[in-house]
């Protein structure tokens, strides 16, 4: 009389409120997927990197004394398909409930509403326990409102959770340093070679290539750099804090073509992936300024934590409003198709060339890349939307559609 319990590949919290306890009567599932890694053609260091990070996750949970059940890519059980994955688990094993945390994908959101239907057996959902907000939050905070300003729900989070406040007023008088987070770096102050971690990954590049999953990108190291556990994700934190963030804010919308991550964090993927929560990524860097703002300008904090408790959240509540309409938006009406260049790089304009190479060889770019010099090419070139959101969700790291569509769709190409 067993419970079985889904873990998707962004739900990898290990403080999440399931694994307090350790249950001989409750089994885990996760699975690497055909589903998952062919919807779109993704990065290949974006599969490698999800697969590292869901494989040290369930090995986690087993040392912990957890029941899982984890099917890897190439494994012959695999029916590389949710709904029979799960199901094929029900009948092979004496469970009589099936549980799962709400997807941040309104996809697998549909997808396990309909498992749940037809299955025998009884089904709950539980939170992630991951964000500051609700979903619904954003929506009820806008409504009635005519415009749905970033900066009032911003406002609004950094009073709801005591960030940067001074009673009902914002530490330093101000709500907002953005302008003061545009200065160009001209190659001081210095930037500290970036962490490195020993994530060897040979495995899991083998196992793609015997599945022959389709991939973009280019990936020549033998060892995965981003964090992919919590221990990796908190020394990964403590490096931001001491070594970028008293200038981050000065250079968050900097670009420079000799470096690649400039003063930012690389906590996305970990972040994304729920390997470690915003409040503890917002939590440290506030303790950490408290500690040195004798040193650091709050427009450096500032500038970190409205990414976080403002855009962040706002983009996910922006996402569970709009959807599933989201999805069929084209409001300029284009219909362009996206460039061969944009999966080579060959290209003569220097800008687009300096990014889109960036990108292919690390899976990554910041929001400036992103938006004001990738994004405005394609709406420049009127492309269709579907095909720019394809192309973001598939060629960067960090990437899951309910933070991805909102600003590429919205932000970047008005299809709104």
């Known amino acids: 009389m067993k419970t079985l319990r889904l873990i998707l590949g962004d739900q990898l919290n290990a403080k999440h409120s399931w694994f307090e306890t350790v249950r001989d009567d409750v089994i885990y599932c996760m699975f690497e997927m055909r589903q998952e890694t062919d919807y779109v053609v993704h990065h290949i260091q974006k599969v490698v990197g999800f697969f590292a990070a869901m494989r040290d996750f369930s090995n986690q949970l087993k040392n912990n004394g957890h029941q899982v059940k984890y099917l890897n890519i190439t494994d ?36 396990l509403r309909t498992i749940c239907d037809s299955i025998n057996v009884d089904s709950s959902c539980f939170d992630t326990e991951h964000f500051y ?16 300003l970033m900066e009032r729900f911003y406002r609004y989070m950094r009073k709801k959770h005591d960030v940067l406040m001074l009673g009902d007023q914002p530490i330093g008088g101000v709500w907002n340093y953005d302008q003061s ?48 556990n919590i221990i990796q994700a908190k020394e990964q934190l403590d490096y931001f804090c001491k070594e970028l963030l008293p200038h981050f804010g000065d250079f968050q919308d900097a670009l420079h073509t000799d470096q690649v991550y400039l003063f930012h964090s690389r906590l996305s993927f970990a972040m994304n992936l729920k390997i470690i929560s915003p409040k503890e990524v917002v939590d440290t860097a506030l303790n950490y300024y408290g500690s040195n703002s004798d040193i650091i300008d709050i427009s450096q904090i500032e500038g970190f934590v409205r990414q976080i408790i403002g855009w962040r959240e706002y983009m996910r509540g922006m996402y569970w409003k709009e959807m599933p309409s989201y999805l069929d938006l084209n409001s300029l009406n284009n219909h362009g198709k996206i460039p061969d260049f944009f999966w080579t790089g060959n290209t003569k304009m220097n800008c687009l060339k300096q990014t889109i190479t960036n990108s292919l060889d690390n899976a990554y770019a910041h929001h400036i890349q992103r938006l004001m010099i990738t994004g405005n090419y394609l709406l420049l070139t009127q492309t269709h939307p579907d095909a720019v959101d394809q192309w973001y969700l598939g060629i960067y790291l960090d990437a899951v559609q309910w933070v991805q569509l909102p600003n590429t769709r919205g932000m970047s190409q008005y299809a709104d």
């Open 76 to 111: 012959p059980e695999n029916c590389h398909d949710l709904e029979q994955n799960i199901k094929q688990i029900l009948e092979n094993n004496s469970i009589v409930r099936f549980e799962y945390q709400a997807p941040d994908e309104y996809r697998l959101e549909t997808q």
């Open 133 to 148: 907000t609700s979903r619904e939050e954003l929506s009820v905070f806008f409504e009635g409102k005519k415009q749905l």
């Open 181 to 228: 987070n545009r200065k160009k770096w001209k190659g001081t102050p210095s930037i500290p070679p970036h962490l490195e971690f020993p994530n060897n990954i040979n495995c899991i590049k083998n196992d793609l290539d015997t599945a022959q999953i389709k991939t973009i990108g280019r990936f020549e190291k033998n060892h995965f750099d981003y964090p992919i």
